[in-house]
Nanobody
Framework: QVRLVESGGGLVQAGGSLRLSCAASGSIFSINDMGWYRQAPGKQRELVAS???????NYADSVKGRFTISRDNAKNTVYLQMNSLKPEDTAVYYC?????????????WGQGTQVTVSS
């Protein structure tokens, strides 16, 4: 069984910063793409940023230049550094990873962490 556990969410004022972390654990053979998604109330879940195993990154236009995704393959962990936060960044942030375990490949989600940006 593979688990993704997020941490680092919270309440911050506009212009502030937060760093999210997501650690994968379990019977992991390898992890391919990892990413962060978010879902605001009444809206669909959307991709925020993703990173390949080799380090290639992709960002939503709304966060380019403010957010940075990175990963530590040795720790099976992905990070999201969020700077210059805006009230519209308020959402539940979910970690996602494509994981090959002992028997098969699967797409896994974390439980989500709340990020609230006050104006």
């Amino acid at each position: 069984q593979v688990r993704l556990v997020e941490s680092g969410g919270g309440l911050v004022q506009a212009g502030g910063s937060l760093r999210l972390s997501c650690a994968a654990s379990g019977s992991i053979f390898s992890i391919n793409d990892m990413g962060w998604y978010r879902q605001a109330p009444g809206k669909q879940r959307e991709l925020v940023a993703s990173i390949t195993r080799g380090g290639s990154t992709n960002y939503a236009d709304s966060v380019k230049g403010r957010f940075t995704i990175s990963r530590d393959n040795a720790k099976n962990t992905v990070y999201l550094q969020m700077n210059s936060l805006k009230p519209e960044d308020t959402a539940v942030y979910y970690c996602n990873a494509g994981v090959r375990d002992t028997y098969a490949y699967g797409n896994y989600w974390g439980q989500g962490t709340q990020v609230t940006v006050s104006s």
